[in-house]
């Protein structure tokens, strides 16, 4: 029965899991915690109350576009949390930061842009405001292509004068101007497991080099 083994399984697992973790020193990496996993929990819902409350009549005609990799985490369980009615998910990659970078580099789509978007109400889900490249990209790419609106969704904000200035209709949190990782934002692709937003100490930035 596949049941009894998803239930003999789970905690051995979850075991194996919690393990790994401390042997890797994932979470030693992390000098401070910025928003808890609680606290996440608890934006998202609102968050969907609200976007699901805007589109309440989008009639079918709703696409969510995740930016990834960043947004997996968050677009996964903001959709979850939205009210259930017809909607598409279309994915989009952008990349900006790439490998140990932690400055911005300019943005550029990666592969194939979202098809049929033509009368669709776009809303961009993506993890974090900074320079304002990528939404902007973005936006006017579904403008060109005939999307009848495009919103943005953003789990973070910077406080910085191009992040503040650049409009996004729904933001989870603004956080002070520092390199976080952690629910889907990654430092190399690492971290991006973590259930929270969190900044790297010092020592876990640019280890990979210098091993
Ligand atoms: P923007 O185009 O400069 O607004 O940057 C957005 C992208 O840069 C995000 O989707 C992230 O992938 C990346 N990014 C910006 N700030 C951070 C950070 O503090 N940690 C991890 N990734 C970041
Ligand atoms: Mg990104």
Redesign the pocket.
Known sequence: MIEEHLHESRPHEDRLHEDRLHEDRLHEDIEKVLVPSAAIAARVRALAATIGEDYSHADGRLTVVP?MT?SLLFAADLVRALPQRRMRIQLTTVS??GGTATA?RG?SIVGALPKHLEGHHILIV??????????RLLRSEFMARGAADVRACMLLR?RIPS?MNTPCEYVGFDIDD????GYG???DDLYRNLPYVGTLRKEAIGRELRA
């Open positions: 930016v960043g900006s930061y911005s943005s993506d993890d974090i405001l900074d320079s304002g490249g990528t939404l910077k992040a520092e390199f976080v990782v934002l990654d430092y």
